[in-house]
């Protein structure tokens, strides 16, 4: 990240950790914090973007929500409301891009590998959904993906450089 702002794509954990300190409020001064999916290394891009001091965006697919609804129970349990993650769809905030699943990124994802070598030369399958994370990170001209998934992070550093991805 020390090459300047990016857009921030997060993958399902990311977006989860966000929308539970966005909705919970949990940080003064409305400012996000370090959390189990939510890196050091992305916190002040992320707050100068929520800020409005940069015209880079915090972006997830609309497969990340269904990924997060589908898993609801484990995932967010009753930390957040229904009814305010619906809202929050209906009209995110001004720094925040739903990302939509489209022919374009149809394209996109077929450039995403299925499976990727990792340590050892262990072969592991990446999951369709996790391809949809990467490649929504791929369709951005700067982008950095917030993932802790091994796999997503093996297969973004075979595609990028080290300062394009962070690790949670």
């Known amino acids: 990240m020390s090459q300047g702002m990016a857009d921030l794509v997060l993958d399902v954990g990311a977006l989860r950790d966000l929308l539970v300190q966005y909705f ?30 940069s015209h880079h965006m915090v972006v997830a697919s609309s497969v990340a929500f269904v990924e997060l609804c589908f898993n609801w129970q484990d995932l967010i349990g009753d930390r957040i409301e229904c009814h305010r993650l619906a809202a929050f769809l209906d009209e995110p905030p001004e720094w925040f891009t739903v990302e939509p699943l489209d022919e374009a990124m149809v394209e996109i994802i077929g450039e995403v590998s299925s499976r990727i070598t990792i340590e050892e030369g262990r072969v592991e399958q990446i999951e369709w959904t996790d391809a949809v994370h990467a490649a929504t990170a791929l369709a951005r001209d700067r982008a950095v993906l917030i993932t802790s998934d091994h796999r997503l992070n093996a297969f973004w550093e075979s595609r990028m450089n080290g300062d394009r991805r962070v690790r949670a």
Do not use: H, K
């Open 24 to 53: 919970q409020n949990q940080v003064p001064s409305n400012e996000f914090v370090e959390s189990e999916y939510l890196p050091r290394a992305c916190i002040s891009v992320l707050n100068r973007i929520t800020r409005g001091g």
